[in-house]
């Protein structure tokens, strides 16, 4: 059975056959559930979104169909998150998608009272199943639009993976994100960096004093994201990941 699945999988172009087809074997109820499951992924459907599940940090993340997939390069934003939030910190995850980062954040930090949204509603409900269980909220709506007017200049740690891909490279995207991932989620604009501009125009009314504001980015786009980050009063700086070839900006809201 193993080698027959790994060999449709493989004909199909599955790099990681073996390693896929023992996931879908554990994760497969029935055989007809593994057989229809195989289907799905030679059609190009996300390993991800088929098992239901990704994994991020050590932790399993529900994942929906159209729900986008948490990469592993996120894995470095979490990290620089992780590393300034302290016990009884609000923090507030936009652009959350799944709920990935917002959820480990809350399970690695128990204290902290965890807000979160997006745009898309398929999206805030996968995020609720991440992250009520861990006293977080997630709304849905225009990243800070639906969230409540109280958090107003109290927000201790604000992260967004927001979509920075550029409209006119969506096509040479892979076809498991162009095909099955909402494009909402991709889209960031002519120069990939529109949604995180507004992310950034309203982090000072939100963000308390010494907060944090952090996005992913790409290495080309870091210049962009950094001087608009300081257009807007924050004390920022980037980081990198060689490993993970992961970027990430950051930007502190002056104590005084």
Known sequence: ????????LRSAGCVYAEEEARLLMDEAETPAQLDAMINERMAGYPLEQIVGWAELCG??????PDVFVPRRRTEFLVAQAANIIRPGDIAVDLC????????ILAASHEDIQLY???????????????????GGHAYQGDLYEPLPETLRGSVNVLVANAPYVPTDAIG??????????????LDGGKDGLDIQRRVAAGAPNWLAPGGYLLVETSDRQAPLSLATFTEIGLLSRVVRSSELESTVVMGMKPKT
Do not use: W, Y
């Open 59 to 64: 932790f399993r993340i529900e994942v929906d």
């Open 1 to 8: 059975m193993f080698s027959t699945v790994v060999f449709r």
């Open 96 to 103: 959350c998608g799944s709920g990935a980062v917002g959820a």
């Open 116 to 134: 979160a949204s997006d745009i898309d509603p398929k999206a805030v409900q996968c995020a609720r199943r991440n992250i009520d269980a861990l």
């Open 172 to 185: 040479l995207l892979s076809a498991e994100a162009r095909l099955h991932e909402d494009r909402i989620a």
